[in-house]
């Protein structure tokens, strides 16, 4: 009972830290709007304070799943404006993510140089 | 049809599109070549090209250039490559502008002529097995149809026009400009640019938003957004001064803008013009059609200029303000 009662203070000591972070990353005072507002799309794509929290917590915990060090996860989430993080936690596996490296198998290998040696595709050369 | 004959058909296809050979760089461009010789070259290692194409564009603005330093903040070791959005959020937290171009091949060959390299994301293989890859474009050669880039191990690789453009294509035509603060891209687009800039806001230094927005204003006069967006660079570099001076003539022209009203009036209630300030708070929650949403924000505002001491300073009458049209 009394541990239950320990955790639930931790929890709510833990929740009110992290809205007061969260809080401090709003650039300006409270008071002035920022210049997204003049966006064309600010009414679609701006979150509110709650969700924008939420992004960058889903985002920093995406981030940690790819092996980035938590440090770094915060500070990149920190630079990714409303649009990017709504994105990359949405569609985190179906986005480009440029590497330059040959990872391929069998069957899609032989193709790849069919289609290197016909000239459709740069895979090697570009290495 | 199963996934090899897809496959073959349409690299069938393809064939047949790369069998004419007609020139693919504009004949307009004539004999031009153009060749961006002094920028830098670091080449890639392991998957890691985007790291290296972006110290190619950062050492070519004169900033420090350590692809192993950008690791930390662009690779992902889970997909063992780097997204778009994070290449630009780096561009940002160095003070310099991420200009995504538009897809369109005239804008990319004016971007090279004006002397900015372009990164760009290439598509090596086909859609359905897409092998993704950041590259830097250097130049092109119109004469012998040929483009220029920085890419992997190679300094100077001459691809051809055509394979370059299937390969960018396929990449839905991706390019960034990283542009120093203060310069405009050639054949910029407003709202482009201005979304650029404002993405950097709270993560870039407020000097380099001063220049960039700067810039903005003075090319697109008209444009509320790029004047609002300097009033709060000044601000968030504490010249309150010119801020203020920003918003003013902002609602000058535009009485009707609920951001002008509020951030001006918050600026008055801070050098202690309490007066001017709920004046121009009440006068924008009583006579414009504002949504919710505006209206909680004018009503924060008036609560905290309510609360703020009350300064014998040079305040501004809280009537003339709000009468004058224009």
């Known amino acids: ?127 | 049809m199963s996934p090899l004959c897809r496959v073959l058909a349409v690299a069938g296809a393809l064939l047949l599109t790369a069998c004419s050979r007609a020139p693919v760089l504009p004949p307009a461009a004539g004999a031009e070549q153009v060749e961006l010789d002094a920028v830098p070259f670091f080449p890639q290692r392991d998957y890691q090209c985007g790291p290296a194409a972006l110290a190619t564009v950062f050492g070519h603005l004169g900033r420090a250039a350590d692809p192993d330093a950008l690791v930390d903040e662009v690779y992902l070791p889970g997909k063992k490559g780097s997204l778009q959005v994070e290449l630009k959020a780096a561009a940002r937290r160095r003070g310099l502008v991420p200009y995504p171009l538009p897809p369109d091949l005239e804008v990319l060959l004016a971007t090279l002529r004006s002397g900015h390299p372009v990164l760009v994301l290439q598509n090596l293989g086909i859609r359905r097995w897409p092998q993704w890859h950041f590259a830097v474009v250097v130049g092109f050669d119109a004469a012998a149809d040929t483009f220029l880039l920085r890419s992997g191990t190679t300094r100077r690789q001459v691809l051809a026009a055509r394979k370059f453009l299937a390969t960018w294509e396929r990449a839905d035509r991706w390019g960034l400009v990283v542009l120093s603060p203060g310069t405009l891209p050639p054949r910029a687009e407003r709202d482009r640019y201005l979304r650029a800039v404002t993405d950097m806001e709270g993560i870039a230094p407020p000097a380099a938003l001063i220049a960039a927005f700067d810039v903005a204003a003075e090319r697109w006069p008209d444009s509320p957004w790029a004047r609002a967006g300097l009033g709060n660079a000044y601000y968030a570099a504490g010249n309150r001064a010119a801020a203020e001076a920003q918003f003013a003539a902002l609602l000058r022209r535009q009485p009707e803008s609920v951001l002008a009203r509020n951030n001006l009036a918050q600026l008055l209630g801070e050098r202690g013009c309490r007066a001017a300030a709920l004046a121009l708070l009440n006068e924008g929650l009583a006579s414009h059609p504002i949504d919710d949403r505006e209206r909680a924000q004018l009503q924060v505002t008036r609560d905290e200029v309510a609360a703020m001491p009350v300064s014998a300073g040079n305040c501004p009458p809280p009537a003339a303000r709000a009468k004058s049209p224009h």
């Open chain 1, 1 to 127: 009972m009394k541990f239950r009662r320990l955790s639930g203070l931790l929890t709510s000591l833990t929740l009110v830290l992290s809205l007061t972070l969260a809080t401090a990353v709003q650039p300006a005072a409270a008071a002035m709007m920022g210049t997204a507002e003049l966006a064309p799309d600010a009414r679609s794509e701006q979150l509110e304070r709650v969700d924008r929290f939420l992004a960058r917590e889903q985002v920093r915990d995406l981030l940690l799943a790819q092996g980035v060090a938590q440090e770094d996860a915060r500070a990149r989430v920190a630079a990714l404006s409303d649009n990017e993080l709504a994105m990359i936690s949405r569609h985190l596996d179906e986005l480009p993510a440029g590497a330059g490296g040959l990872a391929l198998i069998g069957a899609v290998f032989v193709i790849l140089v069919i289609l290197e040696i016909v000239g459709v595709t740069n895979v090697f050369k570009g290495l």
